[in-house]
């Protein structure tokens, strides 16, 4: 995970280390803005500005992602200001654009382009890791009424933790046939990512069952693993 420093950080006050095992959430913002005709530089320096203006010390956010995918550090593991009243149990993650208004955040294509949105996750995992209290991610919105992270910005999926990828597009345009859907009903979410093919191949093979509650017996992710490993190492020796 590389996050970069702001170049010329205005701090004008000093900031206050959060106590790590007080923070609950990590709270997506939006900038509302887009900023897309500027450098990446150019755009954190203007954010920046904004809120020095504002009054307060430095920057808001905790950290910052921008659509190329840069991270910057803005406040880091001091207390922010992205959520008025109760930044000691908050880290605020300021995406760039405007997600009310735009899908992807500058203009009507799509989506948030995926460039963001795997720093994004990058990003949620490493805070993850290093408070582990930091459980739930929210939208600001969860927290204060108002429409921030805005209406098109992708919160379901950033709850996930899921980078997109080759794996995520072949699983959208797989239709799965009814009959099969109870069969593989629990190779979900719990399942380590990039491993669900091979599970499902285990279940064809017999390899697992599994019952009401989900495989008969629990299997842990290092049971998954080597499931996968196992098979794997069938087909290689299966001649085609
Ligand atoms: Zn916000």
């Known amino acids: 995970m ?25 709270a997506l913002h939006h900038w509302a ?7 990446s530089v150019q755009a954190i320096k203007e954010v920046e500005r904004w809120h020095i203006q504002k009054g307060w010390r430095a920057i808001g956010y905790n950290y910052i992602v921008m ?54 996750v990058a990003l949620l995992q490493w805070l993850q890791q290093k408070v582990p209290t930091a459980k739930n991610i929210v939208g600001h919105r969860d927290l204060q009424a108002n429409s921030c992270p805005g209406r ?10 899921r980078p997109r990828g080759s794996n995520d597009n072949k699983k959208e345009d797989f239709i799965m046939p009814e009959d099969l859907v109870r069969k593989y009903q629990f190779v979900d979410s719990n399942i380590p990512h990039g491993l669900e093919n091979e599970l499902r191949e285990a279940i064809d093979l017999g390899i697992v069952s599994y019952g009401d509650q989900g495989f008969a017996p ?5 049971d998954v693993r080597t499931i996968v490993w196992c098979v794997r190492a069938a087909k290689a020796k299966i001649p085609k």
């Open 152 to 161: 098109f910005f992708p919160l379901d999926e950033f709850k996930t933790l």
């Open 218 to 222: 629990m299997l842990s992710e290092r």
């Open 67 to 120: 659509f190329d995918g840069t991270v910057y550090e803005g406040r880091g593991l001091n207390l922010g200001a992205g959520v008025a009243n109760r930044n000691d149990t908050v880290i605020s993650v300021g995406f760039q654009g405007d997600f009310e208004r735009f899908p992807n955040g500058s203009n009507s294509t799509k989506r948030m382009l995926d460039t963001q949105f795997n720093a994004g």
């Open 33 to 39: 803005a887009s900023l897309a005709n500027m450098t």
């Open 2 to 26: 590389k996050i970069a420093k702001i170049p010329n950080q205005v701090i004008t006050a000093a900031l206050q280390p959060l106590k790590l095992e007080k923070i609950k959430v990590i």
